[in-house]
């Protein structure tokens, strides 16, 4: 299945972007095109498990999501249930000044609707990740 790397450097704190991005029941605010609802269903320190609606890949999937947060570096991502079920999402955050770079590595297993993105899958999860990227460096910045 598609294995997908991203980086992107935003003119923002660390902290503020990690905080933004680890903040799961307002990304429907911030976000609206990609996270339609995310509902916490459970958070343990470092552990979140939340129910997510979101759409990937120009697919409207409902997924359960662990999120682990070593803040401000590491955002682990492990999608339990849905479509993507099994993938695994890793989000670094490095400090440089005032800039911020992000690198996402994951490893996408993919199932249900987004089975039919076929051999496409690699290049349209890419390119969803780097829109997702461009509307949190504009909200950010």
């Known amino acids: 299945m598609p294995q997908v790397r991203v980086e992107k450097v935003i003119l923002a704190d660390r902290d503020k972007v990690f905080n933004t991005v680890t903040d799961f029941v307002n990304l429907p605010n911030k976000l609206p095109n990609v996270f339609k609802l995310v509902t916490i269903l459970s958070q343990d320190s470092d ?6 609606f979101v759409v990937m890949a120009g697919r409207e999937i409902t997924q359960k999501v ?6 401000p570096s590491i955002h682990e991502v492990f999608i339990l249930e849905g479509d993507a079920r099994d993938s695994h ?3 670094n955050y490095e400090s440089s000044g005032k800039e911020t770079k992000i690198t996402i590595d994951a490893d996408f297993k993919l199932g249900g ?3 039919v993105l076929g051999f496409l899958a ?3 999860i890419k390119k969803s990740i780097e829109e997702t990227m461009d509307e949190f460096a504009k909200i950010l910045e």
């Open 66 to 71: 662990r999120h682990v947060v070593k803040a």
């Open 89 to 91: 999402i890793v989000e």
């Open 122 to 124: 690699k290049g349209k």
């Open 113 to 115: 609707k987004l089975k």
């Open 47 to 52: 552990v979140i498990i939340t129910e997510e």
